[in-house]
């Protein structure tokens, strides 16, 4: 039991108030995992963790993160708060380190990352390719994800690799093909990154469509560096989510209000970039399902905090701290087409993050200061932290 809970966030609406589903002075019960009871505080129990007045919420479900990477780009970083704007290039200097990189330095720099992942709250996590870009890499990276998460996704086509300069269709004809077969025992989803300077509409489509035949699910990653075709495409394909989203026009809040594709917003990559942050209220306004995920990467968003990330909905993108709590816990489920995680109800996973606060509006007004005090369980597999890696 967990026990002396100040503020209770069970995002069903049926156990408490609001839409949160909020309950004071509450306790939970758990068992093998799962949650088998939420009543008030104060009532006995064998096994007791006082929460100490601190509040409790779903673990956040991050839905869109690049967790395996050899090196890193703190310089590429430097030159762009000194003004050098963000395209995406960098993409390619990770992808020759991953390439150099060893399976084992590449597997334990990926579960030092889980690691901090799972102590900023984050019970589940979706985990991209994308820095392979060769048929062996990108199946060896698609095969670490697997290893630790379900919520795999397979992003062959990130960008144009080096050798292929010039060659984009080539390219796009090799990921439809043998890349999309060698990662197809260990992903979910499929991915493309449609924007100038990556891949144009047309070969975005095929991408998504040899996916569905293989029997993927669909996300994208579009209207990221400007306006664009892509939200219209990952509407139309019937996509999970589509992620950025920092420009939107009133067609696209439109479409994505009219369907069951989640508008996925990145704020730590707009902080990164120097990018605009999307108009979150007015596409909450529209009726557009969103989310809100770290985008844990090295080039444009090199964080695992989804604190951080509420932080910048509620001060930037004039999210109220409510709609952000939901975006990063229901709106991310709802961008995996989940609805067992994300929500804490009897029956459910016991999966959960402890705040080192009385209440949930302490995310956004303490910014930077680390407010997770437990995270309970996890929907990935947890390596033990014997395993310090490197990079
Ligand atoms: O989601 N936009 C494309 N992919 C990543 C960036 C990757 C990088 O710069 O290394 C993103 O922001």
New binding site residues.
Partial sequence: MIDNISELITNVPELGAGSLGIVDDASVVVENGKVVAIGPAGALADQRLDAGGRCVLPGFVDS?T?LVFAGE?AEEFTRRMAGEP?D?G??RV?TEATRAASRQALRASLHRRLREVHRAGTTTVEIKS??GLSVESEALITSLAGEVTAETTFLGA?VVPSEYRGRADDYTALVCGPMLESVRPHARWIDV?C?TG?FNVDQSRAVLEAGRNAGLGLRL?AN?LDHGPGVRLGVEMGCASV??CTYLSDDDLEMLAASDTVATF?PA?DFSTRQPYPDARRAIDAGVQVAIAS?C?????YTTSISFCIALAVRDMRMTIDEAIAAVTTGGAAALRRSDVGRLSPGGPAHLAILDAPSRHHLAYRPGVPLIWRTVGADYRLPSTGDRGGG
């Fill in positions: 869109h690049h780009r963000y995406g960098g993409i990770t994308g820095y990130h990154f924007e990556a990653h990221q992620d950025h990145l990559a985008n990467n090295p080039g444009s968003s």
